[in-house]
């Protein structure tokens, strides 16, 4: 019995999102660790996500404290 068109997209799509889910746990956290290591190796500050920030245009001499930075 041949599947449908509809049937066809539909596992197509499944299987799409299977592969962008096995990027995102696995792969996604391998880059990660490459940017890091390659940030590390030049001397790169990388940004803390999570960080709060200051909304400004700019920066005035004024402004106080620094951009927090991860600590590897």
């Given at each position: 019995m041949a599947l449908?068109?509809?049937e066809i997209q539909f596992n197509v799509v499944s299987t799409i999102i299977a592969l962008f889910?096995?990027?995102k746990d696995v792969k996604f956290d391998l880059?990660?660790?490459h940017?890091?290591?390659v940030c590390t190796q030049y001397e790169i500050d990388?940004?803390?996500i999570n960080a709060s920030y200051k909304k400004v245009i700019?920066?005035?001499c004024q402004q106080?404290?620094?951009v927090p930075t991860l600590s590897l």
């Open positions: 449908s068109s509809i889910q096995t990027l880059l990660i660790e940017v890091q290591s990388i940004p803390h700019g920066r005035s106080q404290g620094s």
